[in-house]
């Protein structure tokens, strides 16, 4: 069995968020597990790939309606990473210094395209097309109904959504760019009077999954327009939970650490980790340290940080950490604040991979007060370097995180996203590190839950078999 997946970003060589943790992860699990599994992304101008070398191994040329542009198909030198790489490039496209921008409907379409028209010359075709998010959502439509990927019409297509809010619209006076197909067929791509990838996506792939089986259920009742047609297609639906890169995220050898450690030296190396934390930061290594890493969207609930976090840090027990960056206003306010709560208080405006495992391994609790939250990592990283999650009962924070006040629980959970539900979940939160003897049982226990991609490999594997009997 052969799968191929498609998608924005992957982990190491481009990420903006999770989708890129899972991209990078699951592939290795199933060859792992002894399928063949590789990834196909585009080839952009970043830090990576400028510093890897790379080889060129195809080459043409694709159309976005009249303009012609040529690309290349290239595998990265010295890839150990456990699965086959491929990176599109389209030096006049898709060749730029960020992942997503305004021009993402023109640089994803030839995206789409570059790798269809490589797919075609292949002697071996994948048994099944994986596809992730409306960045690659035209797949299944041009796979069965644009008359240049007729030899690829009969290979199954599962669609995996990560965050059902972006759905990629554009406009129908942009239909040209799509190779050429039966137009009689348009409402395969339509939604509600614009194109949209993800609404085609869950159209014409397949099976359709989502990244937890809370998000699948709340995604029939809010979904950014999409709800009757998840609800009408349920039937091909099923929710299956992301799992985490057991060897990437593993304290015991995670290089970026400043101290490494096992659940028998938790102590002492988280110790480590935040003392380097809070000198770097002027935070008071005594308090029990809240910490948010992700990106500062509505959906993570971050409009409300600037607000909370003055209201939290009234009790000058306690100290808080954010890293993270995505609205102008909101990263204004929480340097601002900075001059008022010195040392108890501070902020890292930018994405920085080795302070992020620095912080899930020495802040004491993890917040994650998410208004939408289709499974969320940070809890699952949270949980294996020992730091207890904080979270808001929704998507994968609900099939994950059980509150300390349940049998066998060991985070706090609140059901509202508001200035005072998230202060009270942090008072919880100061209390529980009070009472050092329970923190550490619990952090201990955590450590051990196993939330590696083994059983959902598996569970995709399966998924993959039915589409191929
Ligand atoms: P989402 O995909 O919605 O952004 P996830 O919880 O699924 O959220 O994944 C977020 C991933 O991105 C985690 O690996 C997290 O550590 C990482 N991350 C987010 N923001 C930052 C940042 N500013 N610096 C470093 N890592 C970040």
Not at 70 to 93: A, M, Q
Not at 243 to 267: F, K, Q
Not at 425 to 436: H, M, P, S, T, V
Request: with cysteine; proline share 4%; charged share 20%.
């Amino acid at each position: 069995m052969k799968i191929t997946h498609l998608s924005a970003e992957c982990y190491p060589v481009a990420k903006v968020g999770g989708l890129a943790d899972v991209v990078g992860a699951l592939p290795k699990y199933q060859n792992d597990a002894g399928f063949t599994a590789e990834v196909i992304m585009p080839f952009y101008d970043n830090k990576f790939t400028q510093s890897e070398e790379f080889s060129v191994i195809f080459k043409s040329k694709l159309n976005l309606g009249k303009q012609e542009f040529p690309f290349e198909i290239k595998t990265w030198n010295h890839s150990n990473i456990g699965f086959n790489l491929y990176l599109v490039d389209v030096p006049e496209l898709l060749f730029k210094d960020y992942v997503y921008s305004m021009d993402d409907t023109d640089r994803f379409l030839a995206f789409q395209i570059a790798a269809l028209n490589w797919m075609l010359t292949w002697d071996e075709k994948p048994t099944t097309v994986h596809i992730h998010d409306h960045h690659t959502g035209l797949i299944p439509f041009m796979m069965t109904q644009c008359s240049d990927y007729a030899a690829l019409k009969n290979i199954p297509t599962v669609l995996t959504i990560h965050n059902a809010q972006y759905q990629g619209w554009f406009s129908h006076s942009k239909v040209g760019l799509i190779p050429e197909f039966n137009f009689a067929n348009v409402g395969l791509i339509d939604w509600f009077g614009n194109i949209n990838p993800l609404a085609s996506a869950i159209k014409c792939a397949w099976k359709v999954t989502t990244v937890s089986p809370s998000y699948m259920e709340e995604l029939k009742k809010a979904a950014n327009g999409l709800e009757g047609l998840l609800s009408a297609e349920s039937a091909k639906c099923v929710g299956i939970l992301n799992g985490i890169d057991w060897g990437v995220w593993n304290p015991e050898t995670d290089a970026y650490l400043v101290e490494n450690y096992s659940i028998n030296t938790v102590e002492k190396g988280r110790e480590v980790n935040k003392k380097w934390l809070c000198s770097r930061y002027n935070l008071n290594f005594e308090k029990p340290l809240f910490a948010f890493i992700g990106r500062l969207v509505g959906e993570k609930g971050a409009d409300l940080f600037p607000k909370t976090f003055e209201k939290a840090l009234q009790n000058e027990n306690i100290s808080i950490f954010l890293l993270g960056s995505g609205n102008d206003v909101v990263e204004a306010q929480l340097i601002a604040l900075k001059k008022d709560f010195e040392g108890t208080y501070n902020a890292f405006i930018g994405y920085d991979e080795k302070l992020a495992h620095i912080v899930y391994a020495g802040a004491d609790f993890i917040l994650m007060p998410s208004r939408v939250e289709p499974c969320g990592l940070n809890q699952m990283y949270a949980l294996r370097y020992g730091s207890i999650p904080i979270v808001r009962s929704i998507g994968g924070l609900k099939d994950t995180v059980t509150d300390i006040s349940e049998k066998g629980g060991f985070g706090i959970c609140h059901e509202e996203v508001t200035v005072s539900a998230i202060t009270e979940a942090i008072e919880r939160g100061e209390k529980l590190f009070e009472n050092q003897e329970k923190y550490q049982k619990i952090r201990k226990k955590i450590m051990g839950i196993n939330h590696s991609w083994d059983a959902s490999a598996l569970a995709y594997i399966n998924l993959y078999k039915s589409l191929n009997q």
